[in-house]
């Protein structure tokens, strides 16, 4: 189970019994797992990437990168890794798609779902946020295109 003791104790004291903990542990598992494939198809490919990081040695506001890719792994709850940008990378410590080809602006996207919550995954991300760590220790957002930072 990847709930802290804290929050198996919040969940149990709402009324949920240990098979739905666990259920609802497994579905956290799950989901962090189809974020992490789903970043890893928005860092495949050649191209130019953009993004708001703030650099030492830039004014810019929007940074480009000739080359970025990850390198992901998940552990329950835990969406961790290594970004490799322009020659230099920094640790993953959590990330996340914020809209996929097709969505409206805004608004966190979870994978073009149907009305009946079937599909997920089936819109390439276009808008994502890494949690980076050491050395620059923020959320930086990631486009393919500028218009979209």
Do not use: C
């Amino acid at each position: 189970m990847h709930f802290d003791s804290r929050t198996q104790q919040a969940l149990r004291e709402t009324g949920l019994d240990t098979d739905a903990i666990a259920t609802a542990s497994d579905r956290v598992a799950e989901l962090v797992a189809e974020d992490a494939d789903r970043l890893r198809a928005f860092f495949d490919g050649d191209g130019l990437y953009y993004s708001n990081m703030e650099l030492a040695h830039s004014t810019e506001s929007i940074q480009d990168h000739p080359t970025a890719a990850v390198d992901l792994f998940t552990h329950g709850s835990d969406l961790r890794g290594y970004l490799s940008l322009d020659g230099w990378g920094v640790p993953i410590e959590g990330g996340r798609v914020l809209r996929d080809a097709g969505d409206e602006e805004g608004g966190e996207s979870r994978g073009g779902a149907d009305e009946n919550g079937g599909g997920a995954g089936n819109a390439r991300p276009v808008l994502v946020e890494l949690s980076l760590g050491e050395t620059v220790h923020d959320r930086v957002k990631f486009a393919r295109d500028r218009e979209v930072l």
